[in-house]
């Protein structure tokens, strides 16, 4: 007679990933839907198995062009941001015990935003295509000196909250000084900072695919030493694993994620906070659910944002970041009150 | 459970422990063999989570503290934590995990390095959760539980490491007499069914006099007794040690009852 295996466990089943992996697939192809110009929604998926099977397309050469160039990038870009952004702050959470931790906490926008005002106040002729890579130097060196000035003050998680509390004033203070002084460029800083997911083809998304992939893969493998770390650092060391080393790789894997989310989308927020709860009061509180099902969650929240962002006010866009709040919050509160809250 | 749990003996010479250079216990020396029970007992700030901490490994520590012949120091974190389980005074109880999510973390050393659970993990948690009564329990959040329920749940957690050693730190922290009688009970009956050697720091001195076969007294971090219950536990000296009017009766089982005498 088989052993009696344990029941009541928050674990991935085979119906969470095949459920998730419709849903994401449902939302990009929908996604991809709306625009300046109809697509019939049988035509795009037709071109899309035409594509996939090598058939014959059904779409225009222009119609192609519109589909594969300009739309699906930005979606798949949105559900890469969306998915990066949710997955760090799940982790945020989990590494900080804090259910506001959000993947800004460390000083990973502050970083940018400064960066990226005084490259343009300081080079005013840098092409726009460099303020990603100011972004995402300035996102990583933001966290690096919350970092620095945490482990000075001491090994524990309150010492490098304050750190990051502490840099990311700081920088903010710096920038919004420079900004001061030079008022002409406000438009130009805030209209990155404030972010979108304007694209211009494929490029942007390649060049943060391969930073996504390789943290994701480190968040969702260490998930279940989120868990653990929950017991704080004397039970999890007596369970054999080494809290700091732990907090540092998955908190290094983390910001990696979010600053190449800023690089290439400026500051969202809400997404980072708002889905990982989602996902925790759906689905249970364990990280080994929490972290994988929110990089999915992540991703098909901030396409669906992306969509009303761009056909709300259409012809004109709305910036991503106010839909992600004005849709993610009534939302949010809806979910709370049906389940009262019950796992979060 | 089926499975046998591995005897290991706990031995300390001249074993001092503190936080960061600051001393707490001094030169302590005891012998914990297999499968027996040790209480260490001790005023507040005695030092008794100090010492039950640098057995675990979890403070820094002098002298000499070996697990079943072997130096703890020369252990690795994962090989301490299969050998080592330790439950704290106040045990964190992440607010949104079931009970079996709670006791599959005690698997947490017995992992490969993706941290995936097995079969054979998730049949040891099921058989803990029987053992410890918890089966009705399993898919509760741990928010829900009792006091009771909640002590007997970080045992589950602390026995689901299937180590030899369980360190528990006032165990029946909280509990009402009949809720910590059940749970000392359970433990004594862990120890003799398992074999696994357990060292507790205990506050009720008239349950220190029935389970364990040692008590070690503390005082101010120094070892100010230690032996059988019946020879540690006398009026004298626990009026001295816990500067306390109190009387030491003998009770029907012939163990010692220590009863407090209020003072004039």
């Known amino acids: 007679m088989p052993a009696a295996m344990a029941t009541g466990t928050t674990r991935l089943s085979r119906w969470h990933v095949l459920g998730a992996a419709l849903v994401l697939a449902g939302v990009l192809v929908s996604a991809a839907l709306f625009g300046a110009i109809d697509l019939d929604w049988h035509r795009v998926i037709a071109e899309v198995v035409a594509q996939l099977t090598g058939g014959v397309s059904p779409l225009t050469e222009q119609e192609s062009a519109i589909l594969w160039q300009l739309r699906m990038p930005r979606v798949v870009l949105g559900g890469l941001v969306g998915a990066a952004l949710a997955c760090s702050g799940a982790t945020f959470q989990g590494v900080f015990r804090n259910p506001l931790a959000d993947p800004y906490l460390l000083g990973a926008a502050a970083g940018a935003g400064m960066v990226v005002t005084g490259m343009v106040v300081l080079a005013p002729h840098t092409p726009a295509s460099f303020l990603p890579v100011a972004a995402f130097t300035g996102s990583i060196g933001g966290v690096g000196l919350t970092w620095t000035l945490g482990r000075s003050a001491g090994s524990g998680t309150a010492h490098l909250l304050l750190a990051g509390v502490a840099v990311?004033?700081?920088?903010?203070?710096?920038?919004?000084?420079?900004?001061?002084?030079?008022?002409?460029?406000?438009?130009?800083?805030?209209?990155?900072?404030?972010?979108?997911?304007?694209?211009?083809?494929?490029?942007?998304?390649?060049?943060?695919?391969?930073?996504?992939?390789?943290?994701?893969?480190?968040?969702?493998?260490?998930?279940?030493?989120?868990?653990?770390?929950?017991?704080?650092?004397?039970?999890?060391?007596?369970?054999?694993?080494?809290?700091?080393?732990?907090?540092?790789?998955?908190?290094?894997?983390?910001?990696?994620?979010?600053?190449?989310?800023?690089?290439?989308?400026?500051?969202?927020?809400?997404?980072?906070?708002?889905?990982?709860?989602?996902?925790?009061?759906?689905?249970?509180?364990?990280?080994?659910?929490?972290v994988p099902l929110s990089l999915v969650g992540g991703a098909v929240f901030l396409m669906v944002a992306d969509v009303v962002a761009r056909t709300a006010l259409a012809p004109a866009e709305l910036p991503i970041g106010v839909v992600t709040a004005f849709s993610g919050a009534p939302f949010f509160i809806l979910v709370l009150r049906a389940t009262g809250g019950r796992r979060s | 459970m089926t499975r046998p749990l591995v005897t290991t003996a706990l031995c300390l010479r001249g074993v001092g422990a503190g936080y960061r250079g600051r001393p707490v216990v001094h030169d302590v020396t005891v012998q914990v063999p297999g499968g027996s029970w040790l209480a260490v007992l001790g005023p507040n700030g005695s030092g008794k989570?100090?010492?039950?901490?640098?057995?675990?490994?979890?403070?820094?520590?002098?002298?000499?503290?070996?697990?079943?012949?072997?130096?703890?120091?020369?252990?690795?974190?994962?090989?301490?934590?299969?050998?080592?389980?330790?439950?704290?005074?106040?045990?964190?109880?992440?607010?949104?995990?079931?009970?079996?999510?709670?006791?599959?973390?005690?698997?947490?050393?017995?992992?490969?390095?993706?941290?995936?659970?097995?079969?054979?993990?998730?049949?040891?948690?099921?058989?803990?959760?029987?053992?410890?009564?918890?089966?009705?329990?399993?898919?509760?959040?741990?928010?829900?539980?009792?006091?009771?329920?909640?002590?007997?749940?970080?045992?589950?957690?602390?026995?689901?490491?299937?180590?030899?050693?369980?360190?528990?730190?006032?165990?029946?922290?909280?509990?009402?007499?009949?809720?910590?009688?059940?749970?000392?009970?359970?433990?004594?009956?862990?120890?003799?069914?398992?074999?696994?050697?357990?060292?507790?720091?205990?506050?009720?001195?008239?349950?220190?006099?029935?389970?364990?076969?040692?008590?070690?007294?503390?005082?101010?971090?120094?070892v100010a007794a230690v032996g059988s219950p019946s020879h540690v536990l006398t009026a004298e000296r626990l009026a001295r040690h816990y500067a306390a009017n109190l009387t030491v009766l003998t009770g029907p089982d012939g163990h010692p009852v220590v009863a407090p005498v209020r003072g004039h």
């Open chain 2, 49 to 222: 989570s100090t010492l039950l901490k640098s057995m675990a490994g979890l403070v820094d520590s002098t002298g000499e503290l070996l697990v079943h012949g072997r130096p703890v120091s020369t252990m690795g974190n994962r090989e301490r934590a299969r050998a080592i389980g330790y439950a704290p005074q106040i045990p964190a109880l992440p607010d949104g995990l079931t009970v079996t999510d709670y006791v599959l973390l005690g698997r947490t050393p017995h992992l490969g390095p993706l941290g995936r659970e097995g079969p054979s993990d998730l049949s040891l948690v099921a058989e803990v959760l029987t053992r410890l009564d918890l089966s009705n329990l399993a898919g509760r959040p741990l928010r829900t539980l009792s006091g009771g329920e909640r002590q007997r749940t970080v045992l589950a957690r602390v026995l689901a490491q299937q180590a030899g050693v369980l360190l528990l730190d006032e165990p029946t922290t909280g509990l009402d007499i009949g809720h910590a009688q059940a749970l000392l009970e359970l433990v004594d009956g862990l120890r003799t069914t398992e074999g696994v050697t357990v060292v507790t720091t205990l506050h009720d001195l008239t349950l220190a006099a029935q389970y364990p076969d040692q008590v070690l007294l503390l005082d101010a971090g120094e």
């Open chain 1, 168 to 290: 990311a004033s700081f920088l903010t203070a710096v920038q919004t000084f420079v900004q001061q002084l030079n008022t002409d460029t406000l438009q130009r800083v805030y209209g990155f900072i404030l972010g979108g997911l304007a694209t211009t083809g494929w490029n942007q998304v390649l060049a943060v695919l391969p930073y996504l992939v390789v943290t994701s893969i480190v968040l969702c493998a260490c998930a279940g030493l989120l868990d653990v770390l929950a017991l704080g650092d004397e039970e999890a060391t007596s369970l054999g694993i080494r809290p700091g080393l732990v907090r540092a790789l998955v908190l290094g894997a983390a910001s990696l994620a979010t600053a190449a989310a800023v690089s290439v989308s400026g500051l969202i927020g809400f997404v980072g906070i708002v889905v990982p709860h989602l996902i925790r009061l759906l689905f249970g509180a364990s990280y080994r659910v929490v």
